[in-house]
């Protein structure tokens, strides 16, 4: 058979600095992927959003501008509320087949059920009817029985605990102990 090589183990220590690697690498790869998002961001704004020249425009083609950007807004924001209302129309399609699927299947949520107090001749007639005339008196059934004190009530010595400390201590105290206890039910 050939031997086989137990791998040593990672001391504590060695552990800790490797988790501390592996923490710092995430952390960088986290800061680059980081900076990689802001980057995108800059360059799509930059694509899609020209800079706007206004130095050296007169009066009326700053008003010509402005009426430009404003039809702009109101048809990014036109947009926007198209998008919004088939957004809230698809989640509530979402909602009405979900509860299909649920009918479907059968499985529905119950409603709480209510505690209702009956009694048990109401209980048999609705069960059997208003036909069958039975009655059920489960008190008159019922024994009367009268409680008796089984055990008397013994008179307890309270004694001073120290007294007996070495008198009760060893093999002699223990059976001094076991005879008390034998002695009250012999008599």
């Not at 960088?28 to 995108?40: N, T």
Request: with cysteine; proline share 4%.
């Amino acid at each position: 058979m050939p031997e086989v090589q137990r791998k040593p183990k990672i001391t504590a220590s060695r552990k800790l600095l490797l988790k501390s690697l592996m923490l710092a690498k995430a952390k960088e790869c986290w800061e680059q992927e980081h900076e990689e998002r802001e980057a995108e961001k800059k360059r799509y704004l930059a694509e899609r959003i020209p800079t706007l020249q206004t130095r050296g425009l007169s009066l009326s083609a700053l008003q010509d501008l402005c009426r430009d950007l404003h039809a702009k807004v109101e048809v990014v924001d036109e947009e926007r509320y198209d998008i919004e209302a088939k957004c809230l129309h698809n989640t509530r399609e979402i909602k009405d087949l979900k509860l299909k699927v649920l009918d479907l299947r059968g499985k529905f949520k119950r409603p709480p059920l209510r505690r209702v107090r009956v009694s048990a001749d109401a209980m048999l007639r609705a069960l059997l009817g208003s036909k069958h005339k039975v009655s059920m008196d489960l008190r008159a059934n019922l024994k009367s029985v009268k409680k008796e004190d089984t055990e008397k009530e013994r008179p307890v010595e309270v004694g001073d605990w120290r007294k007996n400390v070495e008198a009760m201590s060893g093999m002699e105290g223990r059976k001094k102990m076991f005879d008390a206890a034998k002695s009250p039910t012999t008599q």
